[in-house]
């Protein structure tokens, strides 16, 4: 196994919250796969060592919610997963797939089948596999985005966002829908009004 390198800047992550054990062991295990500790968007995240020649490409996060941990693979969608322990957080998530875990019994018992995952994930990178995303086109337009757009001042807003890059309003299209209520959709649409006037995308 490689040597664990652990990186302080991301050590207040495993000292808080029910699942500091479970993640302090997750963490062991993605770092003896020979990957790089950062920090990004507030979570633990490793990426390929600057040896590879592919340094800073992200191949998986530790994250924790409520229910669970998990790691995320970043383009779990081409891996072939063959015991099974990835799923898709919803359907519109297109390119990661979550390994999720809810004691330390559950996180020893399926070490071999994350590892293997997290091999095959970083051969992926390395050959540069990418996910073949659907185009904006290609996703529902919720209801309450429809009738902002439509509305009174909608053509303006309408115009700003078809400017926007492909990628960007892919990632609005998916914030606005993963809200099961009508009221959290609408608040997260006006949220976001400002930045897509501005031509930024929600983690710009």
């Given at each position: 196994?490689?040597?664990?390198?652990?990186?302080?800047?991301?050590?207040?992550?495993?000292?808080?919250?029910?699942?500091?054990?479970?993640?302090?062991?997750?963490?062991?295990?993605?770092?003896?796969?020979?990957?790089?500790?950062?920090?990004?968007?507030?979570?633990?995240?490793?990426?390929?060592?600057?040896?590879?020649?592919?340094?800073?490409?992200?191949?998986?996060?530790?994250?924790?919610?409520?229910?669970?941990?998990?790691?995320?693979?970043?383009?779990?969608?081409?891996?072939?997963?063959?015991?099974?322990?990835?799923?898709?957080?919803?359907?519109?998530?297109?390119?990661?797939?979550?390994?999720?875990?809810?004691?330390?019994?559950?996180?020893?018992?399926?070490?071999?089948?994350?590892?293997?995952?997290?091999?095959?994930?970083?051969?992926?990178?390395?050959?540069?596999?990418?996910?073949?995303?659907?185009?904006?086109?290609?996703?529902?337009?919720?209801?309450?985005?429809?009738?902002?757009?439509?509305?009174?001042?909608?053509?303006?807003?309408?115009?700003?966002?078809?400017?926007?890059?492909?990628?960007?309003?892919?990632?609005?299209?998916?914030?606005?829908?993963?809200?099961?209520?009508?009221?959290?959709?609408?608040?997260?649409?006006?949220?976001?009004i400002a930045l897509i006037f501005k031509?930024?995308?929600?983690?710009?």
């Amino acid at each position: 196994m490689t040597k664990a390198i652990l990186n302080p800047k991301v050590d207040f992550y495993f000292k808080a919250g029910k699942w500091q054990k479970e993640i302090n062991l997750l963490r062991m295990i993605v770092l003896g796969c020979g990957l790089t500790e950062v920090l990004k968007w507030g979570c633990p995240c490793y990426t390929l060592p600057a040896s590879s020649g592919k340094d800073k490409n992200n191949i998986v996060l530790i994250h924790v919610f409520k229910d669970y941990c998990g790691v995320l693979f970043f383009k779990g969608a081409l891996l072939k997963d063959p015991k099974h322990i990835l799923v898709q957080q919803t359907k519109n998530v297109q390119a990661a797939r979550q390994a999720r875990f809810t004691n330390v019994s559950e996180v020893i018992k399926k070490e071999p089948a994350l590892k293997a995952c997290i091999k095959e994930a970083i051969a992926v990178e390395k050959a540069g596999l990418k996910v073949e995303l659907k185009k904006p086109g290609e996703f529902t337009i919720v209801e309450e985005f429809k009738k902002k757009i439509s509305g009174k001042g909608g053509a303006a807003l309408k115009a700003a966002f078809d400017a926007l890059t492909p990628g960007r309003q892919r990632g609005y299209y998916l914030y606005f829908s993963a809200p099961k209520q009508s009221k959290t959709r609408e608040a997260r649409i006006e949220k976001s009004i400002a930045l897509i006037f501005k031509g930024k995308g929600l983690n710009d």
